[in-house]
Nanobody, 126 residues
Framework: QVQLVESGGGLVQAGGSLRLSCAAS????????MGWFRQAPGKEREFVAA????????YYADSVKGRFTISRDNAKNTVLLQMNSLKPEDTGVYYC???????????????????WGQGTQVTVSS
């Protein structure tokens, strides 16, 4: 059974940084695309970033491009999201997600993500 556990959220001032971590277990981590999503209060969940199973390809939402970096350590079954220059509009619950099928050719479309963590809260104060 696939399990995803996020950590690293918290409260930070605007302009600050946080690093989110997602620990995966239950299958061969290195075979699957991984993504990060977020949900702000009163809004739908939205895509943030994704990385291919090989780590070669990444993709970002326009709103975070240039500020966030997604990476993975296949030896540690971990995917990271480094968030810099945080803004109040980055506030929300951040979810780690894993693709349902292995060796996905593209990290989007987002419908490929079938497994989800419990989320970690990120709050950016102005």
């Amino acid at each position: 059974q696939v399990q995803l556990v996020e950590s690293g959220g918290g409260l930070v001032q605007a302009g600050g940084s946080l690093r989110l971590s997602c620990a995966a277990s239950g299958r061969t981590f290195s075979n699957y695309n991984m993504g990060w999503f977020r949900q702000a209060p009163g809004k739908e969940r939205e895509f943030v970033a994704a990385i291919s199973w090989s780590g070669i390809s990444t993709y970002y939402a326009d709103s975070v491009k240039g500020r966030f970096t997604i990476s993975r350590d296949n030896a540690k079954n971990t995917v990271l999201l480094q968030m810099n220059s945080l803004k109040p509009e980055d506030t929300g619950v951040y979810y780690c997600a894993a693709a349902g099928s292995p060796f996905g050719v593209q990290v989007v479309p987002t419908r490929q993500y079938a497994y989800w963590g419990q989320g970690t809260q990120v709050t950016v104060s102005s």
